[in-house]
């Protein structure tokens, strides 16, 4: 099957063919630091990480890249505030803290999250305040081709055009007359109050770190032309696939294609956009109290259930939480970790666990799992497979089908891989010298106990169950012996 996904600007799903044989270019938007991380953030993430490990499973080399935006309004205003009497509202906040520092540090939560979840590290991670002159000619070239002009109260702000480009609007399928002003300046110099900022001139009272020399005066770039500039950098002026959550369809997404496009860039071949997290059916917001940050969820859950749950919906699908959701997630990956525990010590972990996407894993992927995750990337019926996987290979171990267990054990080993899963470790499939010396000694009990049942001295074999239990080992008898697990918390 064909790979297809939903492009957000055709409002189809189309046939994905990659600009340039065998290689993808994705990029996707990632964080404006001016606080901690919340679960949309992450959920974004996790869903172009799926996306990213499915293209290379299809045998693609894939270039992704992910920005940071260090330099912005709301991260000026952080640090003010923490010049203040009302800076610390929250525990890692710090007292008088450069605007620089401030972005850094929650730079870092991010990276943090990212990693706790199993996200992979993007090719290319470039910060916005390092890719100044970039900005400087695309604004250039948008006002050498009419698009773009100074500001008309001589502020030093730079503005886009809208009413310039006939395609406005499009990707969000909005009239312009329709469209409320841009918030992002003073509208006093603009032509038209959809007009949005490319340049900010500088303000008395601004750091002045937050400042750069420019042809129409000293300020800094407005957040949509940033990943304009740092995208076309990295992957070129026309790529593969832009991603983001669904909220940064307009404005964000929709002035970047505006501006990358009126300046004669193609741009994206695909616009992909996740959905939001909701609580119980309502918008997560903290003036209401209903959120919950990836940090709350870690103290919930381990982090491969929570993985599990951000990352079970269809991308495009709203992710709702509920106070059960983080139990009912936990208790999906126990009966696919309970098998792998199981299955691994009737035929062996390392004999059917991939090394890569591809190596083994192109011939244990079920057919099934395939397809779905072809069609636009459909998750939830790929975890369909998966629990059938599991289930199926749970039948074959009552029945001693050890070649079925195998089989069935590669399966899952292949589908837990591609969906991240695996990169976030189960504490008992870690290949350690500790674990590698209980296996060998809870076998020697199994075996001391099989020999007390076989002369019925139940009372020994009872007694070394009840040791085992106590050490935290399960043990289950079964028509091909006992088999053991370590219990969960």
Not at 339 to 346: E, M, N, P, Q
Request: aromatic share 8%; charged share 25%.
């Amino acid at each position: 099957m064909t790979l297809r996904f939903y492009d957000t600007a055709s409002a189809e799903v189309r046939d994905f063919v990659p600009l340039e044989q065998g290689k993808a270019s994705v990029y996707y938007c990632g964080a404006t630091v001016q606080g901690m991380p919340h679960v949309g953030h992450v959920r974004s993430a996790i869903a172009f990480d799926q996306l990213t490990r499915w293209l290379e499973f299809r045998g693609l080399r894939v270039t992704v890249v992910r920005n940071v935006t260090d330099i912005d309004d709301k991260i000026l205003a952080k640090s003010e505030q923490s010049f203040g009497p009302d800076w610390a509202d929250e525990p890692t906040a710090r007292k008088d803290e450069e605007w620089w520092a401030l972005a850094y540090r929650y730079e870092q939560e991010f990276e943090n999250a990212y990693e706790s979840l199993g996200v992979q590290r993007p090719t290319y991670e470039p910060r916005a305040t390092g890719h100044i002159p970039e900005m400087h000619a695309l604004i250039q070239r948008l006002i050498d081709r009419g698009h773009a002009y100074p500001a008309l109260d001589d502020s030093g702000d730079v503005y886009f055009d809208v009413r310039s480009w006939s395609k406005y609007g499009s990707l969000t399928r909005q009239n312009i007359d329709d469209m409320q002003g841009a918030p992002d300046a003073d509208p006093r110099g603009k032509r038209d109050p959809r007009d949005f900022a490319l340049w900010k001139g500088y303000k008395d009272g601004e750091p002045v770190t937050a400042k750069w020399e420019s042809p129409w005066g000293a300020g800094r770039p407005g957040w949509h032309l940033e990943c304009s500039a740092m995208v076309t950098k990295y992957l070129g002026t026309r790529f593969d696939i832009h991603g983001g959550g669904l909220d940064l369809r307009f404005p964000h997404h929709e002035n970047e294609m505006a501006q990358s496009q009126a300046a004669g860039d193609e741009f994206a071949n695909f616009w992909m956009h996740n959905g939001m997290v909701t609580y119980e059916g309502e918008k997560m917001s903290k003036s209401i109290g209903n959120t919950v940050s990836p940090a709350e969820m870690l103290d919930l859950a381990s982090p491969r259930v929570v993985r599990y749950y951000l990352g079970q919906a269809h991308y495009r699908s709203v992710l709702d939480y509920r106070p059960t959701s983080l139990q009912e997630a936990a208790a999906a990956v126990e009966r696919i970790d309970g098998f792998i525990a199981k299955a691994a010590a009737k035929v062996g972990q390392q004999a059917t666990e991939p090394k890569s996407y591809t190596e083994g894993a192109q011939a244990a992927m079920p057919a099934a799992f395939v397809a779905a995750m072809d069609d636009d990337l459909n998750v939830p019926q790929a975890l369909g497979v998966l629990h059938e996987t599991v289930r199926a290979g749970n039948t074959a171990l009552a029945a001693g089908d050890l070649d079925a267990v195998k089989d069935a054990l590669s399966s899952v080993h292949a589908m837990t891989n591609v969906l991240g899963l695996d990169s976030v470790k189960r504490p008992e499939a870690v290949q350690s010298r500790e674990h590698a010396a209980l296996e060998v000694l809870v076998e020697a009990q199994l075996e001391a106990r099989a020999a007390a049942r076989a002369n019925k001295d139940w009372a020994a074999s009872d007694a070394i169950r009840d040791t085992l239990s106590a050490a935290g080992v399960v043990v289950e008898d079964g028509a091909d012996g006992a088999t053991w697990s370590l219990k969960r918390d």
